[in-house]
């Protein structure tokens, strides 16, 4: 049994569950869900370091060299790379991630009456990952645990 999402919906994905309240068993559910999601998030987040060294200026232990604004972090592009950068870090965003759920079917049916019954107000992008996540779960549940593709 396997969810799939592109790896750009990880990040939005574990935000909008953590805004999730959510009781007992369907609470145990949620979080357990965001940790298979964070785990692909965080593999995603070193690749797309790994990725940034290619175009980027790295230092003597071969660290992005990075510079922060307004709480911003920025990245040193190498000459004429950044282009070529962006278009790969779009390739990589918009690779489909697949988690596995065979462990954690017994906590399905919990993290749907979580969602459903979930009182967080949503709106943008959190209501659509939200719709997309409800979607995909509803259509594994009735098909008996099949694989859903975005």
């Not at 990040?11 to 965001?34: C, D, H, T, Y």
């Not at 000459?79 to 779009?90: P, T």
């Not at 749907?112 to 779960?137: C, N, P, R, T, W």
Request: charged fraction near 30%.
């Amino acid at each position: 049994m396997k969810i799939e999402f592109y790896n750009a919906e990880l990040k939005p994905m574990i935000e909008m569950l953590m805004g999730v309240k959510a009781k007992g068993r369907n609470s145990r559910a949620v979080s357990k869900f965001v940790k298979l999601v964070s785990a692909k998030f965080e593999t995603y987040a070193k690749d797309e370091q790994e990725l940034l060294k290619e175009y980027c200026l790295v230092d003597d232990s071969g660290e992005l060299v990075t510079t922060t604004k307004e709480g911003n972090t920025f990245v040193s592009w190498l000459s004429g790379k950044q282009s070529e950068a962006v278009i790969a870090q779009n390739e990589l965003a918009n690779e489909k991630n697949v988690i596995d759920l065979t462990e954690y079917e017994p906590h399905l049916k919990h993290l749907i009456v979580a969602l459903d019954e979930s009182d967080a107000f949503l709106s943008g992008v959190e209501a659509q990952l939200y719709d997309l996540l409800l979607d995909k779960l509803e259509d594994i549940e009735n098909k008996g645990g099949k694989k859903y593709e975005n």
